[in-house]
DNA sequence: CTGCGATACCTGTCTAGTTGTATATATTCG
DNA sequence: CGAATATATACAACTAGACAGGTATCGCAG
């Protein structure tokens, strides 16, 4: 009977309530089953519209955990995506910055060849999420000499920036020795936290920093939803 | 979304912490919940890896105290992989490269703008393929501003370098002003030249060359192989 | 120093609720 | 008929919270 899918018009229901304000960013929308039943119709017909509103990167489902709004409609046109440019010599310093993990253990030989320690040397793991206007840009993990810097845990946990916490531990300056870079497709965890679908490009970074006398205090890799982030590099 | 499990990549990775040794024989891991915040995932999922990861023997837990680790995995698949390690500033200059179209025509707006030329003035377009070990490792788009560079057509058909058809047409050194560098899925027909799956990750850098003078000599657009291609920044 | 209790933390288990997916079926329209 | 839409049902995967039972650690009395 009618020529117009039903769905279209719950989409529509819900994305002005979100643009009046009923819903705001962060908040946790219904459960499904609570919006077929608010609607009249099958729990599929809002998934329908919901899958919908998710491509259009107006929210975001979790399973398990219920479906999130992200933006407003008004602030950010449907299907426009935020733009990150970013300078790679900058990396490290974003908006916002979740510590998911922070523990210290030992080091892989990988890492420790990457920190010049040897292999088994107690480093200091930091874990996390960058975020930029609520959206998740990257995951980052950070590996720390421990015994080279005394009191970098402490201080990874008491300050934001990676670069404020070298300070504390003498470390005044540091420079970039190397960095790689590399396309990845995201795993089920990485696309989960970064809100991308499984299997999305990723864009990993692996670099060193070392301080003013070459001595590595940090050796990082991080991963960037690659549709939400373009890494520029500067005119040396 | 996630057609493999979470706990899958969860597994994956700590395998991966315990054979690279950051965990070893003895270990105590971090405790469930620290391992679902550093995951961004329940702590029940948690304990699903660590129950195939008990299973398969590589871990023990115990009620009260933690998860400890009992030995090495015998066997952890590492992506074994063709890695090549390429100097981006040296992008451009591959061992063989195939040339599958060369034509002049009008430059884009994007172009015009990036080599500072009139919207719609002449260019000269030479797009192909890079391969190295008989292995597509990147597609590669040129353009040169044609009126700047005259001949710079014959010179691309005649001879095999960027830089030596650069040279024939007066420029005796060009640098890179700036690289601009995304992740991106591949479509079916990049997917083909490259010989991998299609929506595989890609590495899209863009750039711009400029003579001595500062002048824009040319505007190139190159996509990797993410799984076959590391790119490395030197050091400046 | 020893022994012991208090306490914080950790794993094991349970219940309930939510999203993701698969299959089957009715209805409508071209 | 065939395609698109909507419904119905069932199960898998994940989250959330709570509680019980066990362990490690630390301070303190003896």
């Known amino acids: ?5 039903l769905w279209t018009s719950i989409e529509a229901a819900l994305t002005g309530d979100i643009a009046e304000g009923r819903y705001r ?5 219904p459960s499904e089953a609570a919006l077929a039943a608010r609607f009249g119709v099958n729990r599929h017909t809002v998934r329908r519209a919901l899958a919908a509103m998710a491509e259009a990167g107006l929210v975001h489902a979790r399973r398990g955990a219920g479906v999130t709004v992200l933006h407003r409609p008004t602030e950010y046109p449907i299907g426009r995506r935020v733009r990150f440019h970013r300078n790679l010599q900058a990396a490290g310093r974003l908006p916002a910055r979740e510590v998911a993990a922070l523990e210290t253990c030992a080091a892989s030989e990988a890492e420790a060849a990457a920190l010049e320690v040897a292999p088994g040397a107690h480093v ?3 874990e996390g999420r960058s975020l930029a206007d609520g959206q998740p840009i990257a995951l980052f993990r950070s590996v720390f000499p421990a015994d080279r810097l005394p009191g970098i845990g402490d201080a990874l946990r008491e300050v934001a920036s990676v670069t404020e916490a070298l300070v504390r ?13 590399a396309a990845r497709p995201a795993d089920a965890t990485q696309a989960a936290r970064l809100m991308v679908e499984e299997g999305a490009a990723l864009l990993r970074t692996v670099s060193v920093s070392v301080d003013p006398a070459g001595v590595p205090v940090e050796h990082g890799t991080t991963w960037f939803a690659g549709e939400r982030v373009t890494l520029t590099l500067a005119e040396p």
Chains 1, 2 share one sequence.
């Open 25 to 29: 960013a962060g908040d946790r929308l």
């Open 169 to 181: 531990c003498g470390v005044a300056d540091y420079t970039r020795r190397s960095t790689r870079i």
């Open 124 to 126: 200091v793991v930091c």
């Open 1 to 5: 009977m009618p020529r117009t899918p």
